[in-house]
């Protein structure tokens, strides 16, 4: 992905989050966005981030960042240890990708991630005219050498928060020449969105309480025989 869309995708990350927040953002490299977050934003921030040389290069610019990784380490987090928990284009690239959602709804009040999405136009329109796997701005890799795993379209990624129970706050897309759109608003949005911000939060489940007139008509309910 290049720096400028990296950019563009950072300033909607921060927008979405308000001041004072406690942030902790996953696959943090050396720790651009939190060190942005911290500055504008007065976040209190912490960065999980697998490469021990970015690690290093994070902490000896004064920010909390420790080595691990998605899918193996969010577990020494407690519940809601965090007001936001930030996955910026690494989703497609884990093996478990709604484990990780998961774990990051537990440890977080609300997550943001963002994402290249597979059914854009260009990329139907590469793979059905040439046969073989697209390369495009966003998916830069041969298939033999590409860190993603899994290549999954915006529909499939609504879904699939459907079906987990997980609420959509906001979903933002961008166009290929950087344009800014609702995705909710926008009926060719899996066409032309080049890459997805969604904001979401978990579903919780009250139990049905019956109104106290309900509760007495229920019990006063007598069979006669």
């Given amino acids: 992905m ?26 943090c490299g050396d720790g651009n966005l939190i060190n942005k977050l911290e500055k504008d934003n007065d976040s209190i921030t912490s960065g999980l981030e697998i490469d021990g040389f970015l690690v290093r290069k994070a902490i000896s610019n004064g920010l909390i960042v420790v080595q ?24 497609q690239a884990t093996i478990q990708p709604k484990k990780v959602l998961k774990e990051m709804l537990r440890i977080g009040g609300k997550v943001i991630v963002s994402f ?48 987990s129970n997980i609420i959509i706050e906001k979903s933002i897309g961008l166009t290929s020449s950087g344009k800014q759109f609702n995705i909710e608003n926008s009926l060719m949005a899996n066409l032309i969105t080049h890459e997805a911000i969604f904001l979401l939060s978990k579903r919780s489940f009250e139990p049905i309480k019956l109104k106290s007139k309900e509760r007495i008509l229920s019990t006063s309910r007598v069979k006669v025989f």
């Avoid at 720096?3 to 996953?26: A, C, F, G, Y």
């Fill in 68 to 91: 691990g990784s998605a899918e193996q380490d969010l577990e020494q987090y407690s519940d809601e240890s965090f007001d936001y928990v930030v996955l910026s284009q690494t989703l």
């Fill in 116 to 163: 290249p999405n597979f059914g854009h136009w260009k990329i139907r329109a590469q793979l059905l005219i040439n046969g073989k796997m697209p390369i495009t701005t966003n998916l830069p890799y041969t298939w033999y050498d590409t860190p993603n795993i899994h290549f999954f379209t915006l529909k499939d990624f609504q879904e699939m928060c459907k079906t």
């Fill in 2 to 27: 290049n720096i400028k869309s990296i950019r563009k995708d950072w300033e909607l990350i921060q927008k979405l989050i308000e001041r004072n927040r406690k942030v902790l953002d996953i696959g």
